[in-house]
């Protein structure tokens, strides 16, 4: 029973308004959690293996035990990573992995049509482009835990291509006021895809659910990697 009641406590619920979402939609832990917190606890899935939740910015000092924070249980972090092969050949192969938690059944596996012409770039916004429909299906349920069913308030993207992250925190609001032409007047590459991942964005903004992306190193993006080339090796 204390172990649960220890749960309990731990799932922390976000109260954050509208107002106070990040305009530029992009998550830094450097400028929200303290100097102390370790940088490989800004997400957790100890609470549930089928969810990596954001740990609680609010939260100054980690556990003397277990050296963590409190995990916010209606926000989540989601990998997504993009493998290609042979690009710009007519054999070229890409495939994606999106990562939600080490038992979540919305984790995704899957190679990409050929018809699309992969390349590594397709590929990761592909990547984040099934994640957030994924997203979608979540904010319809909540966020299920084996102790509590939390509405969906913040999705955190997290990603090791700087192109994908600044495509969608930086560029895509120059693009859209440009629609999507560059100084010579042609189409912006993949802008397409940009397009597809901002509106997804904004439904779950309709929502009520801030979308975030996060930039990481590639050794931090493990999980997602491992789900790409997994589908990458078996063709």
């Not at 409190?70 to 054999?91: K, L, W």
């Not at 299920?144 to 700087?162: F, I």
């Not at 992250?165 to 440009?178: A, E, N, P, Y």
Request: charged share 25%.
């Amino acid at each position: 029973m204390k172990k649960v009641e220890h749960i309990e406590k731990s799932f922390h619920n976000t109260h954050v308004t509208r107002s106070e979402w990040i305009p530029n939609r992009q998550f830094k832990p450097s400028q929200l959690y303290s100097a102390v917190v370790q940088d490989d606890k800004y997400e957790t899935s100890e609470y549930s293996s089928d969810w990596s939740l954001v740990m609680c910015h609010l939260d100054n000092m980690p556990c003397p035990v277990c050296h963590g924070i409190n995990g916010h249980a209606d926000c989540i972090v989601v990998a997504v990573d993009g493998a290609s092969r042979g690009n710009g050949t007519d054999n070229a192969k890409g495939a994606i992995g999106v990562f939600f938690g080490p038992t979540s059944r919305y984790n995704v596996s899957l190679m990409l049509i050929k018809d699309t012409a992969p390349t590594n770039q397709k590929a990761e916004l592909c990547a984040g482009i099934v994640a957030l429909r994924k997203c979608l299906k979540i904010q319809a349920i909540g966020v299920v835990t084996r102790y509590h069913t939390r509405p969906l308030k913040q999705v955190v993207v997290k990603s090791d291509s700087e192109y994908l992250v600044k495509g969608m925190t930086d560029l895509i609001f120059k693009w859209k006021r440009i629609d999507g032409m560059n100084h010579k007047g042609e189409p912006i590459k993949n802008y397409d895809l940009f397009r597809r991942l901002d509106y997804l964005v904004r439904q779950l903004n309709d929502k009520d659910v801030e979308v975030l992306f996060w930039l990481v190193k590639r050794e931090r993006n493990k999980d997602a990697d491992r789900l790409a080339n997994h589908a990458l090796g078996m063709r």
